[in-house]
């Protein structure tokens, strides 16, 4: 199968899922998007991902959350909660060749949420640029929660940078801004809501994260928090754990100037263990 080639994956009503084939798969590949983004972005972008997986043997799934892509609701708008769910059935669906989980901004947090809700049949989890938050204060769920569930679908009241701030490559920028099914808006208060419970989820259980990790990060990332990578990295139990911080790199790592050393940096990293 050539490598834009895809197959629909019907994992919910609703749900726009995709299969990537490699020509001999020996492993496969749970890809999860971010905030505003959806799966198809990873054939020609982040330095063209899924090509290179299927070239070195992987197959890829991936689904577009909620409200995002082609998938079905609100543009930009998602509870994680159900998000985390989605990906516990996706992983129920794959295949049984070995599995790798990578998650990518808000993709990262619905797959750290994935991994500390059920650890088997993971052969590795890569956590990028991840949304993860530190652990909340108390003001910080009464203002969410209320928010979340009285105006679920409005913007949060804080700043969101621009699309400047995805990749310091202007080209990427222009791409994101003249991309119909790219959501510009702000992150909605539900989203906000929920980025705060599986978060706090993920903390609550990190001495039993055990899976072999890697954790990528920009430390100029303005649209996630690198120290919660850090602390991430620091926290999980898990013996075979990696954390790879790139100088002056934006959010979008396979999209930036460091797009060569970080995709070299994954694909050696999956190869290793599978």
């Known amino acids: 199968m050539s490598d834009h080639a895809f197959e629909t994956w019907n994992l919910e009503s609703g749900i726009a899922g995709f299969i990537w084939r490699a020509e001999s798969a020996k492993a496969q590949v749970l890809l999860q998007h971010g905030l505003g983004e959806y799966s198809k972005r990873y054939v020609n972008q982040y330095n063209a991902l899924i090509p290179k997986l299927n070239d070195l043997g992987f197959d890829v799934y991936a689904f577009d959350l909620p409200g995002h892509g082609e998938s079905d609701g609100a543009r930009g708008l998602i509870d994680l909660q159900q998000g985390v769910d989605l990906h516990l059935k996706a992983r129920a669906q794959m295949g049984n060749l070995p599995t790798v989980l990578y998650g990518h901004s808000l993709g990262g947090l619905v797959t750290a949420g994935s991994v500390v809700r059920n650890f088997a049949n993971i052969a590795g989890a890569v956590i990028g640029s991840s949304a993860m938050h ?17 105006l679920p679908n409005a913007p949060i009241p804080l700043p969101r940078p621009g699309l400047e701030a995805l990749s310091r490559d202007q080209e990427v920028v222009d791409v994101a801004a003249s991309d119909p099914m790219f959501f510009q808006g702000k992150a909605k208060n539900l989203v906000a809501k929920t980025v705060l419970e599986i978060s706090d989820e993920v903390w609550s259980k990190v001495d039993s994260w055990k899976v ?6 920009g430390d100029k990332d303005t649209s996630t928090d690198h120290t919660a990578s850090i602390a991430l990295y620091e926290s999980i139990g898990s013996v075979d754990k990696e954390l790879k911080l790139y100088p002056g790199a934006y959010h979008e790592l396979l999209n930036d100037l460091v797009k060569e050393d970080a995709t070299a940096d994954l694909t050696d990293w999956l190869l290793a263990r599978v």
């Open 134 to 150: 530190q652990p909340s204060q108390a003001w910080e769920r009464v203002l969410s929660s209320t928010l979340g569930k009285l």
């Open 212 to 217: 072999p990790t890697l954790i990528m990060h």
